[in-house]
Every structure is written in C-alpha cells, then in structure tokens.
C-alpha cells in the first residue's frame, strides 16, 4: 500500500505564491507518475499537474499553465507544487495522485484514473 500526505496549504492573497509538497511511503515505486487534483466546493475533482517520475516530463491544466510548477524528488519520493500568480478561483482543497509502473501511467493519473490519494490539503486565496 502507498501513503500519500500533502502539506504546505493555507490562506493567501491573491497574487501570491503557496508551495505544496506530497510525501510518498509504503510500497513505493520507482516509475510511474505522480500529480495534483484539487476540488473546490460544488464541483467535481478535476486535474491540475502530472509529472512522470523517471523522464520528468510534465503537463499541466490549461487553468494553471504558466502558473504552476510541477517537481519531483524520486530520492525522497517526493513531489511539490510551486504555486504563483494564485487567483480567487485556486481555491480548492488540493490533493496528490500516484499510479504506479505501467504502460501509460500519467496519461492514466491526468484522465483520472489513479491509483492513490491523498487526504488533501486546502488553499484557500482571498481577493
């Protein structure tokens, strides 16, 4: 089994920068491809970021691109969201996906299909 815990939520400005982080345990892997959702109230969970963790190749919801960095750090198991330019309508609680070694691995984590959660963390941004 794999945990997954966030961290790094919180209430900022718009115009502000907040940088989350997801720790990975358990039975880790070392491909596969890790990311972040988020889910503001009354709506649906959609995608946010995705990096593959052996090439490092990364894609990004159209809402976020340009904004948003997605990284990872495989030898701490270890992925992050360095956040910028946060708008009002970032708020949501944001959560960390993993899928594990296989054929297709991200494009599966980015269409929603994932393999582990984690418990979420909220950004809230004020206008």
């Known amino acids: 089994q794999v945990q997954l815990v966030e961290s790094g939520g919180g209430l900022v400005q718009a115009g502000g920068s907040l940088r989350l982080s997801c720790a990975a345990s358990?039975?880790?892997?070392?491909?596969?491809?890790m990311g972040w959702f988020r889910q503001a109230p009354g709506k649906e969970r959609e995608f946010v970021a995705v990096?593959?963790?052996?090439?490092?190749?990364?894609d990004y919801a159209d809402s976020v691109k340009g904004r948003f960095i997605i990284s990872r750090d495989n030898g701490k198991n270890m992925v992050f969201l360095q956040m910028n330019s946060l708008k009002p309508e970032d708020t949501a609680v944001y959560y960390c996906?993993?899928?594990?070694?296989?054929?297709?691995?991200?494009?599966?984590?980015?269409?929603?299909?994932?393999?582990?959660w984690g418990q979420g963390t909220q950004v809230t941004v004020s206008s």
């Open positions: 990096i593959t963790r052996t090439t490092g190749n990364t």
């Open positions: 996906a993993a899928n594990g070694d296989y054929l297709s691995s991200a494009y599966h984590l980015q269409n929603g299909k994932v393999d582990h």
């Open positions: 358990g039975r880790t892997f070392s491909r596969g491809a």
